[in-house]
């Protein structure tokens, strides 16, 4: 059984930073895919950004392609989120999951339990 606790969330005014993190415990995660959700108040939760916890290709909903970066510490075990120019509409809880990839189908397993980032206009 795979655990993911995410931290990091917080308030912050537009314009400003944040880095999320995701420790990531259970066993091994290769060949897993490795990303980040997010939901706001009343909306659906959403594709953010994904990647592999092996190889280094990246994958960025268009709304934060260019000011969110993800990557991890493989020694660590932790995956992270760089969230630069945030925005208003970036308010939400932030999950960090782990999937199965089958050919380019990926289907989420694990998820943490979320933390709140508030952006500020």
């Known amino acids: 059984q795979v655990q993911l606790v995410e931290s990091g969330g917080g308030l912050v005014q537009a314009g400003g930073s944040l880095r999320l993190s995701c420790a990531v415990s259970?066993?091994?995660?290769?060949?897993?895919?490795v990303g980040w959700f997010r939901q706001a108040p009343g909306k659906e939760r959403e594709f953010v950004s994904r990647?592999?916890?092996?190889?280094?290709?990246?994958y960025y909903a268009e709304s934060v392609k260019g000011r969110f970066t993800i990557s991890r510490d493989n020694l660590k075990n932790t995956l992270y989120l760089q969230m630069d120019s945030l925005k208003p509409e970036d308010t939400a809880v932030y999950y960090c999951?782990?999937?199965?990839?089958?050919?380019?189908?990926?289907?989420?397993?694990?998820w943490g339990q979320g933390t709140q980032v508030i952006v500020n206009s």
């Open positions: 259970g066993s091994t995660y290769s060949s897993k895919a």
């Open positions: 999951a782990v999937g199965e990839v089958s050919r380019s189908t990926t289907t989420w397993r694990y």
């Open positions: 990647m592999y916890w092996t190889g280094d290709s990246t």
